[in-house]
C-alpha cells in the first residue's frame, strides 16, 4: 500500500492516518506470530503438522530452497526464518557462521522416541541436554531405473556413465551427492580429499558430463521424464521410487553395491528466532507418531521416531525398502556426512558442469 501524506490534510486525515498506523503494525504484530519455516519442496505440507495447525490455525508460513546449499547461502545472505531444515552434513558449517542457537531437548515431548543412532550424532550435540539439531526425516540416494528399458544392469552407480544410455540419464545438482558417487567411483574418500584426489573426483565427473540429460534437484520433472521414458536412469531419492511405483511405472531403486547414500535431515532454530516457542511447538508437532507415518507412507522416507515405525507394517516397508531399524540400513549404505573441502569441492563441481 502507498500513502500519500501530502494528500491528506485536516483532524479527520489525522485521525485517519492514526487508524491506518494502528492496522498497519497489528498486521506486523501479526506477521511476527506467523512461524517462518524454510524447508524442501514438498515438506511444507499441513498433515506433518496437524496438532500445530489445530492450536496456530495458519501459524506457519513455508519459503522453500532447491538444496541446503542453496538455503546455507540465503539464510547466510541474511534471510531470517525461525527455523530450516537442512540436513546432518550441513550443520557444522550452519554452526560455524553462528547462524543457529541451541534446542534444548527438555522441551522435545517425543525426544526420547528418536532413534539413538540419530540423536548421538556428533555435530548435533551443544551441550547440557542441548543440540544444534532435531533430527526427523531420513533416506536414501540411489539410481532410479526403468526395469523395460535398462535390462538387468550391473548394481552399480557406474550405470550412471554407460555411454549406451548418453543423453538419458540425469543426476543431481548438488555437492554432497553427485560428487560423492563420483569420488566412491574413483576410490577417492569423498569426505576428505587431498587436492590430488579431489583432481580424480573432477575427472570422473568430466568424463559422465557429455552422457547426462540434466543435473537437477527437480524431482517431479525428473520423475515425469522417467515415467515418459525420455530418461531410462536418474539420481533420485527414495520419494521418486515411490512416487512412480505408486503411479505403475515399472522401476527399481537400485541397491549399488559401492553403497547407497543415507542421509538424515531435521530442525535447526536460528539464533534471531523471532518466535522460539511456537518453534518448539512446531517441532513436537512434527514429531507426533503419525506426522512420522505419514512421512514414512507418503515418500517412502524414513522417520527419526521409533513410534512412527511402529504404525506402519513390516510388508508395507519391505515394499518401500526400508528396514524399522535405520541401524541395519546404515550398515549397507555410506552415511552422508560433513565433508571437510565442501567448499572446494562445490567449486570444482560448478566449473566441470560449466565445461571446465
Known amino acids: 500500500m502507498t500513502v500519500h501524506l501530502k494528500s491528506i490534510i485536516g483532524h479527520k486525515a489525522k485521525a485517519g492516518l ?9 498486521t506486523v504484530a501479526l506477521a511476527a506470530d506467523k ?20 492450536a496456530h490455525p495458519d501459524g506457519v508460513e513455508a519459503s ?43 522441551r522435545i515431548k517425543n525426544w526420547d522416541s528418536i532413534f539413538p543412532v540419530f540423536k548421538n550424532l556428533p555435530d548435533l550435540q551443544a551441550g547440557d541436554g542441548k543440540v544444534w539439531m532435531v533430527p526427523w526425516d531420513w533416506g536414501n540416494t540411489s539410481i532410479l531405473y526403468r526395469t523395460d ?11 550412471l556413465w ?23 567411483l574413483a576410490g577417492v574418500n569423498p569426505f576428505d580429499m587431498t587436492p590430488d584426489q579431489m583432481d580424480k573426483v573432477a575427472a570422473k565427473l568430466r568424463e559422465q558430463r557429455p552422457l547426462l ?23 533420485t531419492w527414495n520419494a521418486s521410487a515411490t512416487s512412480l511405483k505408486k503411479q505403475g511405472v515399472p522401476v527399481e531403486f537400485m541397491k549399488p553395491k559401492e553403497g547407497m547414500l ?26 507426533d507418531a503419525d506426522s512420522g507415518k505419514f512421512l514414512i507412507q507418503s515418500y517412502g522416507y524414513g522417520s527419526s521416531l521409533s513410534t512412527a515405525f511402529a504404525g506402519v507394517s513390516k ?23 560433513p565433508m571437510k573441502q565442501n567448499d572446494d569441492v562445490a567449486k570444482m563441481f560448478e566449473k566441470v558442469k560449466a565445461g571446465g
Not at 92 to 104: C, F, M, T, V, Y
Not at 170 to 182: F, G, Q, S
Not at 262 to 273: E, I, Q
Request: charged share 20%; aromatic share 10%; glycine share 4%.
Open 18 to 26: 492514526a487508524a491506518l498506523a494502528l492496522a498497519l503494525s497489528s
Open 262 to 287: 543415507t542421509w538424515a535431515c531435521g530442525f535447526v532454530m536460528l539464533k534471531d528466532a523471532k518466535n522460539v516457542d511456537l518453534a518448539y511447538d512446531f517441532i513436537n508437532s512434527r514429531l
Open 213 to 235: 540429460s540434466s543435473y537437477t534437484t527437480d524431482m517431479t520433472s525428473v520423475e515425469q521424464a522417467l515415467a515418459s521414458g525420455q530418461l531410462v536412469a536418474a539420481m
Open 162 to 184: 554407460d555411454k549406451q544410455y548418453a543423453g538419458r540419464m540425469a543426476t543431481i545438482d548438488a555437492v554432497h551427492d553427485t560428487p560423492i558417487v563420483a569420488a566412491l
Open 149 to 159: 528399458l535398462v535390462k538387468n544392469p550391473e548394481a552399480s552407480w557406474n550405470l
Open 315 to 337: 510388508d508395507e516397508l519391505e515394499k518401500l525398502q526400508l528396514p524399522a531399524d535405520p541401524d541395519v540400513m546404515l550398515k549397507s549404505t555410506i552415511f552422508t556426512g
Open 64 to 106: 522453500i530452497f532447491g538444496d541446503d546449499d542453496d538455503a546455507f547461502t540465503k539464510v547466510k545472505a541474511g534471510f531470517r526464518p525461525d527455523i530450516a531444515h537442512p540436513c546432518y552434513d550441513k550443520v557444522a558449517r550452519w554452526n560455524k557462521e553462528g547462524l543457529l542457537q541451541p534446542i534444548d531437548t527438555k
Open 35 to 54: 512461524l517462518q519455516y524454510f524447508t524442501w519442496s514438498g515438506y511444507e505440507l499441513p498433515d506433518f503438522n496437524k496438532s500445530f495447525l489445530t
